[in-house]
Structures are given as C-alpha cells and as structure tokens.
C-alpha cells in the first residue's frame, strides 16, 4: 500500500459528460501528480500541484483542470469527455515539488467513456 | 527534454530464467533514476531506485546500476518467479524537472 487513495476506482460515463477524479496523497506529501496511462500513449504526465499551487502542466487538454484543496487532497475535473478520454488516470504523491524524487502511485481510476 | 527509452516487450521467460530489460535515457545534468513495477489491474510500485552514477539500486532481487558513461539504467533478476510477471518502466527525475518522465513500459510473462 503506497499510502495514496484515488477514489472512484472505476467510471463508466457518456461522451459529453463530466467527471471528477479524487485523490489524497501520502501522509506529509505537498506535492501531488496527476498520469494518464492510455495503450497508445503509455504514461502521460498531465500536471502537478505542490501545496495547493499548480507547478507544472504536461499535455493536459483544455478540457481537463485539477485543483489542490488545502487539506492537500487534489481532483482532476474532466469535461465533454470523448471516448479517447478512456483510460487510466493515476495520481502520485511527493514530498518535494521538484529535483530528483520519487513519487508513490494510487491505484488508479479507470475511465470508460461509453 | 528529458526522454527514457526502454526495451519493447513482451518478454516470455521460463521460471528461474534470467530477465534483463534495457534501459536508457537523455537528461539535462544528473537525474535520478527508477524502476517501477505494474501487476496486473494495479497501480505502479517503486521497484527500486538510484541517485548517482555508479549506485546500484536493488529490491527483490531485483539490481540496476546507474551507468552515466552509457546513460544506463538496465534491470536485472537472477531467477525470475511466475510472480514477476508485470510490466516494467524505467523513469527518470531530473535535477530541475517537476515530474518523473517514464519509458514506454516492458510487459514481461513468466511462464512455469
């Protein structure tokens, strides 16, 4: 157990409709890093909140944003999803917010857009 | 940027066959460098890690050394189990860089 909860662990949901994706890093963890894990594009870093401010964004669409509530714990919103939408999204925790660390994964929340 | 290359899968092992997945990366300065491992319908686990050249990182009997001459990070197992069938991704975290940049992932099956 890595320590990092992401809830719900599956969605299914319709093309057009919105999601939000929850996620509680480590204890003593400010940082908070949100992947997409697709068959065709492997993992993908979307972007990174560290104590509550955005500190970097990766190939995240217009469509998506995140947000990192004071109590640390971070959701990803997903809009007029598509059905390439579908995949896996995990979220990862730090202590750090930047230089040579390594982040401890959840489990993952498995996006179906039907 | 930064960039990780690793091997194409899948391997098929026999059980106690040796396992070897190469690994290689491009960085800007001295990263650190990861093997983390992905069992079936899970997330991903830190394998086991290395902060400088010439460390040796190493957890279930698992080894990897940090070669920076060849920007190396190539994985290795002894014996490998039915148990270690999963996918592998080697990672990299920069001296600068917010993120972990990963490989495109190794799935490897051992079969009895």
């Known amino acids: 157990d890595s320590g990092v909860t992401q809830t719900p662990k599956h969605l299914i949901t319709a093309t057009g409709q919105r999601v939000t994706l929850r996620c509680s890093p480590r204890s003593g963890d400010l940082s908070v890093y949100w992947y997409q894990q697709s068959l065709d594009q492997g993992l993908q870093f979307l972007i990174q909140y560290y104590n509550g401010e955005e500190r970097a964004k990766g190939n995240i669409l217009e469509r998506f944003s995140a947000q990192q509530f004071p109590d640390l714990h971070s959701e990803l919103n997903l809009s007029s999803l598509e059905l390439g939408d579908s995949a896996l999204y995990f979220c990862?925790?730090?202590?750090?917010?930047?230089?040579?660390?390594?982040?401890?994964f959840g489990q993952g929340t498995r996006l179906t857009v039907v | 940027g930064d960039s990780v290359t690793q091997m194409e899968g899948p391997v098929t092992l026999s059980e106690e066959a040796f396992l070897t997945i190469n690994c290689t990366y491009t960085a800007t300065g001295y990263p650190s460098l990861f093997w983390y491992v992905q069992y079936p319908g899970e997330g991903l686990q830190l394998l086991l890690k290395a902060t400088k050249a010439d460390d040796k990182g190493s957890n279930k009997g698992f080894e990897a050394t940090y070669r920076k001459e060849t920007t190396s990070f190539h994985l290795e197992k002894g014996s490998v189990q039915v148990s270690d069938s999963a996918v592998y991704f080697c990672?990299?975290?920069?001296?600068?860089?917010?993120?972990?940049?990963f490989g495109g992932g190794t799935r490897v099956l051992v079969k009895p």
């Open positions: 990862a925790s730090s202590f750090r917010d930047r230089g040579r660390t390594e982040a401890f």
């Open positions: 990672a990299l975290s920069g001296a600068a860089g917010n993120k972990l940049t």
